[in-house]
């Protein structure tokens, strides 16, 4: 499956893009966020979603009571029961999100050139002359010349239906504001955004709080998705917040970076977080357009080299009405794989879109033509480069388990895991074949029952990029002490050839641990 890799500096023969893509069980390495909502909350549109591609299942909570996404949440499992597909859940809190109020959900209609007065006492009536908002604090944070973007829930860009103010003046705690463009709002809930202010509001709010520790522990979240992050104490917080939920301290926290704020703070944010978030929907608004491909770029380079998982949110945001992307969006999505992203994450676009089912598929697809081009030998070289010496063992077999992958053209690379470390580690050198992560169960106590480990492990590993868990029978050791675990093998290669990414006479890479020993070995299959 590698000898028809190419690099975007080598001559691309036209024939190759002529050719129809080819469908295949893993329809690509980079993983799909799906955000799941009206439109797609039904246990066959879930399962179709799925089958697509989709490896990770978002629930916004800036938005919907805990009862609508549990009912969602029961038909994901569904789903996930008939289709024998894993799949992740991702809880994103609503953070310190500004929003305006519209207790009518009549549409409101805003013309430019006039005024708008922002107002926090939240028992008036939007109107076209005054918008409620959720927030006593903007009279102080703003000043006149400020920019204010009002739109739908995750901004569809589309400026029929967001709209830019400027800060006319501020009268006590109202803000008068001129309107720059016409636009109609219709919904509940638009988001308010103000570009690089100050938003005096902690990041993990008590509602988000009671979200966690009811809808969250109840259902054993896999991803915190942590709005607004600004500082790594935020994580921090978050991190002490989970440990006292039992659990809950295996969930790992994603910072999603918004604002300015954040994006100042990045390097001790990732420090801290899991993993990342680049929610460029906000950020565009914070950053100078011409800013943001900088900042993605800088910022995935980074992630990448710590070996932390990246995504990248508002890509196709023109399928949440239409059946296809633009060009411009088409472009997008492989510049963020060839850029080094993990998953790519669906927000609007399966949320309320029409389609959301192809939109899944497409970004699939792009993703899939993006991989064949992206220039793994020149990233090996840079991580490698990074990583420094001496390395640790456990970087060391990773990067040869990769290594020999490449050369001797394995069509998978198997790695037995108990914690999802060795198998991270492997991703983060990004080799062109799947890693078959197969993560072996640990019986441990706390001193009330008996539990086994495992299942948080593999569906965490379903936002890294190239990384495809299952989960191995707990009586299989994931460390061998006579160097036999044959039977284990036996059933991530059975597994391998149903999903027709192994094939008779293919060389597999496999990597485990014998002993005190890690070891990489070769394996050329028969019939």
Request: glycine share 6%; with cysteine.
């Amino acid at each position: 499956m590698n000898s028809n890799h190419l690099l975007l500096e080598e001559p691309i023969r036209m024939a190759s893009i002529l050719e129809p893509s080819k469908p295949s069980f893993f329809p690509a390495m980079t993983k799909i966020v799906g955000t799941l909502g009206p439109k797609s909350r039904s246990v066959e549109i879930i399962s179709d979603c799925l089958k697509a591609g989709m490896s990770v299942a978002r629930f916004d909570f800036s938005w919907g009571d805990i009862e609508f996404h549990q009912e969602t949440l029961e038909n994901l499992k569904t789903a996930v029961k008939s289709t024998r597909k894993l799949c992740a859940i991702m809880l994103d809190t609503g953070g310190p999100e500004l929003q305006v109020v519209n207790k009518t959900e009549h549409p409101i209609s805003l013309e430019a050139d006039t005024k708008v007065i922002l107002t926090p006492d939240q028992d008036k009536p939007a109107t076209s002359n005054l918008l409620p908002i959720n927030y006593h604090g903007l009279s102080k944070a703003v000043k006149k010349g400020d920019t204010i973007f009002i739109g739908q829930y995750l901004f569809t860009g589309n400026e029929t239906t967001s709209v830019w103010l400027e800060v006319d003046e501020v009268c006590s705690e109202d803000v008068v504001c001129l309107i720059k463009n016409s636009a109609t709002l219709s919904g509940t809930l638009y988001t308010l955004h103000v570009s690089q202010i100050r938003i005096d509001m902690p990041t993990l709010t008590d509602k988000d709080k009671e979200v966690i520790s009811t809808w969250g522990v109840r259902n054993n979240i896999d991803i915190l998705s942590l709005s607004y992050t600004r500082h790594a104490e935020d994580i921090r917080h978050a991190r002490c917040f989970l440990s006292k939920l039992g659990e809950f301290n295996q969930t790992q926290i994603f910072a999603k970076i918004e604002n300015i704020e954040g994006l100042t703070h990045f390097d001790e944010i990732l420090q801290e977080a899991d993993g990342i978030i680049f929610s460029r929907g906000n950020l565009g608004i914070d950053l100078p357009p011409e800013k943001v491909f900088l900042f993605q770029k800088a910022a995935l380079y980074k992630c990448n080299m710590m070996g932390k998982p990246a995504v990248v949110t508002r890509v196709v945001d023109s399928m949440t009405d239409n059946l296809r992307p633009t060009r411009a969006e088409a472009t997008d999505v492989a510049n963020a794989v060839l850029d080094g992203s993990d998953a790519i994450l669906l927000g609007a676009e399966t949320l309320r879109g029409l389609y959301p089912v192809e939109t899944v598929s497409t970004v699939g697809k792009i993703c899939a033509e993006a991989e064949k081009v992206f220039n793994q030998d020149l990233y090996f070289k840079k991580t490698v480069k990074n990583v420094g010496e001496p390395m640790s063992h456990l970087e060391s077999i990773a990067s040869s388990a990769v290594r020999a992958a490449i050369k001797v053209k394995a069509s998978a690379i198997i790695c037995f895991t108990s914690s999802g470390r060795a198998c991270r580690l492997i991703a983060k050198y990004r080799p062109t074949m799947p890693v078959i992560s197969v993560v072996i169960p640990r019986l441990k106590t706390n001193q009330l029952r008996w539990t086994f480990s495992g299942a948080f492990e593999a569906r965490q590993s379903l936002i890294v990029r190239g990384l495809f868990p299952m989960l191995a029978d707990p009586r299989h050791p994931a460390e061998s002490k006579s160097g036999s675990n044959e039977s284990v093998l036996k059933v991530a290669l059975d597994h391998g050839k149903a999903s027709g990414v192994i094939k008779p006479h293919d060389r597999v890479v496999v990597c485990q641990k014998l002993g005190d020993a890690s070891v990489v070995k070769i394996l050329e299959l028969e019939d």
